[in-house]
T-cell receptor, first 112, second 109 residues
């Protein structure tokens, strides 16, 4: 069966520091991969999605970036965090575009 | 108009009651529909897909009304554990997922 791993679960980082969140999927090949952010009490905001290695689509211009160095690995990065980057970051995968997403456990990021 | 709209609630419902939520979508070309539940400070989890003919999974029934462009979720005999936020998701013509902001449900003993 397929599983998705996302880490760390929680993170507290100072403003201006870098960020790297990692997500890996097991048990499937060539998944669609997604990064979402959810601010407290708000809906899901799609940040990036990828349909293959090295293929990244950005939905929201900001100081975040994503990379997919391997088929089942998706990384969310920032060179300098802002206070507004605080939130709940969720990685997700799907077998194809019209299938439901399956989420990792999420990373709760607090920028101080 | 938002692409996918949900009543944010909260819906305060006594245990054992039946509760229903609707979710309206604006794109008539939408292809796929899903309901997720999200517990506080947790990731969303797929509850059920919504099929054209309607579908049922235990106490949960999902229906699609293409003419009026909404999907619905019915929960019968509600349990305390049903307390959560329920998110509807719709795919657009490019199979991109459009999320509603969620409806909060609180089941009271």
């Amino acid at each position: 069966s397929q599983t998705i791993h996302q880490w760390p679960a929680t993170l507290v980082q100072p403003v201006g520091s870098p960020l790297s969140l990692e997500c890996t999927v097991e048990g499937t090949s060539n998944p669609n991969l997604y990064w979402y952010r959810q601010a407290a009490g708000r809906g899901l905001q799609l940040l990036f999605y990828s349909v293959g290695i090295g293929q990244i689509s950005s939905e929201v211009p900001q100081n975040l970036s994503a990379s997919r160095p391997q088929d089942r690995q998706f990384i969310l990065s920032s060179k300098k965090l802002l206070l507004s980057d605080s939130g709940f970051y969720l990685c997700a995968w799907s077998p194809r575009g019209d299938s439901p997403l399956h989420f990792g456990n999420g990373t709760r990021l607090t920028v101080t | 108009r938002k692409e996918v709209e949900q009543d944010p609630g909260p819906f305060n419902v006594p245990e054992g009651a039946t509760v229903a939520f609707n979710c309206t979508y604006s794109n008539s070309a939408s292809q796929s529909f899903f309901w997720y539940r999200q517990d506080c400070r947790k990731e969303p989890k797929l509850l059920m897909s919504v099929y054209s003919s309607g579908n049922e999974d235990g106490r949960f029934t999902a229906q699609l009304n293409r003419a009026s462009q909404y999907i619905s979720l019915l929960i019968r005999d509600s349990k305390l554990s049903d307390s959560a936020t329920y998110l509807c998701v719709v795919t657009d013509s490019n199979y991109q997922l459009i999320w509603g902001a969620g409806t909060k449900l609180i089941i009271k003993p």
